[in-house]
């Protein structure tokens, strides 16, 4: 595991634009995280490093969003069973070849595939956050 250690908001984005490079399709990433730890600040950093357009916004509401198959974004905290998450065929995007990025995946953990990559970040203060990778 190597350690990052962010300063700023844009500073955890820029560092998720370089992490973006070293990713391959196919690769589902697991968010870890608490709630305002940077989860979606470091996917919106991704999305840049992978050269889409679109902005990326949390999927709260809709569990996860499909950025031309290039990427999915999901966040889980929301579902409530593993069955939920079955049903709406979350893990269907697993194997489309886009980059998976998947915030609270603990809601799915048995949904999740066998080699996952992990990104942890956690609150050191208002601004600072350690990013394990
Ligand atoms: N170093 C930092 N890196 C990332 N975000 C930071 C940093 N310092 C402050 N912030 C702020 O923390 C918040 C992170 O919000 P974000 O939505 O990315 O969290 P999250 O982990 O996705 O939370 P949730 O579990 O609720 O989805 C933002 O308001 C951002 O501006
Ligand atoms: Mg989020």
């Known amino acids: 595991?190597?350690?990052?250690?962010s300063k700023s908001r844009e500073e955890t984005q820029a560092f998720a634009r370089e992490y973006a490079k070293t990713?391959?399709?196919g690769d589902v990433?697991?968010?870890d995280g608490e709630m305002g730890a940077g989860k979606t600040v470091f996917?919106?950093?991704?999305?840049?490093g992978?050269?889409?357009?679109?902005?990326?916004?949390?999927p709260t509401y809709a569990y996860?969003?499909?950025?031309?198959g290039r990427l999915f974004h999901y966040d889980?905290?929301?579902i409530e069973s593993v069955a939920q998450a079955e049903a709406l065929g979350l893990a269907d995007y697993f194997d489309m070849g886009g980059i998976c990025l998947v915030e609270w995946a603990q809601n799915i953990a048995p949904l999740l595939p066998k080699?996952?990559?992990r990104v942890c970040i956690k609150k050191l203060g208002e601004e600072r956050r350690e990013i394990s990778y």
């Open 23 to 25: 990713l391959r399709a």
């Open 76 to 78: 889980c905290y929301r």
């Open 50 to 58: 992978l050269g889409i357009e679109e902005e990326v916004t949390s």
């Open 1 to 5: 595991m190597e350690i990052f250690i």
């Open 115 to 117: 080699t996952v990559k």
């Open 64 to 68: 996860m969003n499909d950025y031309d």
């Open 43 to 48: 996917a919106k950093g991704v999305a840049e």
């Open 29 to 31: 990433v697991v968010l």
